[in-house]
């Protein structure tokens, strides 16, 4: 079922993709998923527990990242080779079309740039988080996928699938830092305290924990079939895989695992809201995103979205 659903390509309706328009959004955490199969971007009001528009989004988007100060969401869509922004509340700003094969996106808030991932290419796209523009290019392994910026701003990296490898740089003057041996093909790759480094490895169904200062591998986590991507809160990890539509939760303290949580069909992008009390994860084949309460460990609400929600990269937004 789940390769006839990628090969369909399954499209929402015109109707329902515009009746959906983008309109001015009130306070409270939002989710800004893409979805691949519908070409669109589907904003959530978790608050309320509702989709309150639909962005038509060309070229099968998957990576995103936002910035709540610049009133900018960023998607890359692989299949027209574009970065395009938007506003907080979905109106089309700008694009920019890279030749090669973009798919992965973080945002260095402090240098106002861009690092968007090159497939193909083995390199990273260094743009202007204003215009777009290209500012410099970084090399990496086989197949970037992932990308991340460390919280305070002093690392960015790579997650080089084929290479089974980080690459990391400085961010201040994109130096190359160092490159990290990890698991089999590392997809997507996330910071998380004390200056490690997580990155999910899809073909050894496991997650490697990297110290982003020397490069040490510190503990490999057996997770569920094929792990997508990594997300934090209240001193828990969380892990979506996506074969086994599920999500593996460990202590950070630890790093042991603590449980595994059913949610729905192929999980994939996942992040933490404001609070810290909600895990919301993007089902790609159910097409809803599950919430997920911290504290409990239960699914307390699913949200409808468009056709393949992904949701690839940071899409979560406390807005004010």
């Known amino acids: 079922m789940r390769l006839l659903r990628v090969l369909q390509g399954i499209k929402q309706p015109l109707s329902l993709m515009f009746t959906l328009a983008a309109t001015a959004l009130a306070a409270g955490d939002f989710a800004y ?10 904003i959530l009001d978790l608050d309320a527990g509702r989709e309150v528009a639909r962005v038509p989004v060309p070229g099968n988007p998957a990576g995103v990242t936002l910035s709540v100060a610049r009133d900018a969401v960023y998607t890359v869509s692989p299949e027209t080779k574009t970065v395009a922004r938007h506003t907080l509340d979905g109106a089309f700003h700008s694009r920019i079309i890279l ?23 083995a390199r990273i796209w260094v743009l202007s988080a204003d215009d777009l523009s290209l500012q410099a290019t970084l090399q990496t392994g ?16 790579s997650a080089d699938r084929d ?17 990290a041996s990890v698991g089999i093909r590392p997809f997507a790759v ?18 490697s924990v990297v110290d982003a200062q020397t490069g040490k591998l510190l503990t490999t986590l057996p997770v569920g079939d094929r792990p997508y991507g990594v997300a934090f809160a209240q001193g828990k990890g969380f892990v979506s895989n996506q074969y086994a539509d599920t999500l593996s939760v460990f202590d950070l303290d630890s790093l042991k695992m603590l449980s595994e949580l059913d949610v729905g069909e192929y999980p994939e992008g996942i992040g933490a809201t404001s609070d810290g009390k909600t895990i919301v994860v993007a089902n790609w084949f159910s097409n809803t995103v599950s919430l997920i309460d911290v504290a409990s460990l239960t699914v307390r609400a699913e949200i409808e979205t468009g056709d393949g929600p992904r949701a690839f990269g940071t899409f979560l937004a406390a807005r004010k």
Request: net charge negative.
């Open 33 to 42: 998923v893409t979805n691949q199969n519908s070409s669109d971007l589907s």
């Open 99 to 121: 030749e090669g094969g973009p798919i992965g996106i973080a945002l260095d808030e402090a240098r106002d740039r861009l690092f968007v991932s090159d497939w193909y290419n």
């Open 142 to 157: 086989s197949a970037p996928a992932g990308l991340a910026v460390s919280p305070d701003g002093r690392w960015v990296v």
């Open 163 to 179: 290479a089974d490898q980080l690459s990391v740089f400085s961010a201040a003057d994109l130096s190359l830092h160092l490159r």
């Open 190 to 207: 996330t910071f998380g305290p004390k200056g490690r480094i997580f990155s999910a490895d899809v073909g050894s169904d496991a997650l």
